[in-house]
């Protein structure tokens, strides 16, 4: 959800006004300018991203990738930051480690969609996501139980597939994934609404 406060200057939120602001305890991510707040995560939240660790780690590390987590700041035309759940950086990009995080737009972006955050996923961090040539992003939903992969083909991104059950992933930028969706959303039968 975008914050209903108002920048500390005339014009956009920059890196500086955020790093400004006071420690919280909260995560913010500036799209575009604008300042938002991302919600905490949930146990099925938390435990989609260490099932997807698990499962994607071995992909990443045959491919000589890498793999990060949030919250780690991401830098690229239009993100000044954001923190996606996952993603995955393969050798011969132009992207790059800093001090302060990444730079440039990784090879594949997951994120880990909330009731809270829905909107937020789906469109503007996938139009965000879009813009700066993102060549594959997932959407996975712990509430559904699916994972959308998308793929970006002449500059938009097409749906590769929506997941569910024993219907095995697939992925254009790791080549031979070989799990399933029930996988992603495995040992979740404890956890009561």
Excluded: C
Aim: hydrophobic fraction near 40%; proline fraction near 7%.
């Amino acid at each position: 959800m975008a914050l209903a406060r108002p920048t500390p200057k005339t014009g956009a939120w920059t890196y500086e006004d955020l790093l400004a602001l006071p420690d919280d305890g909260r995560r913010y991510e500036i799209i575009e300018g604008e300042l938002y707040e991302v919600s905490g995560a949930t146990t099925r939240h938390g435990g989609t991203i260490i099932n997807l660790i698990g499962l994607l780690a071995p992909f990443v590390q045959a491919l000589r990738g890498r793999l990060h987590t949030a919250p780690i700041d991401v830098f690229f035309p239009g993100a000044n930051p954001v923190q996606p759940d996952l993603l995955v950086v393969l050798p011969g990009g132009s992207t790059y480690r800093a001090e302060h995080g990444i730079i440039g737009i990784p090879d594949l972006i997951v994120e880990v969609v909330s009731p809270s955050n829905r909107t937020y996923d789906t469109v503007v961090k996938r139009a965000l996501y879009e813009r700066a040539g993102l060549r594959e992003y997932w959407l996975a939903d712990p509430a559904a139980e699916t994972v959308e992969v998308l793929v970006l083909e002449d500059g938009s991104f097409r749906r590769l597939g929506v997941f569910a059950g024993d219907a095995r992933i697939e992925s254009t930028v790791l080549p031979g994934v070989s799990f399933t969706t029930a996988e992603v959303f495995a040992n979740f039968e404890d956890i009561r609404p």
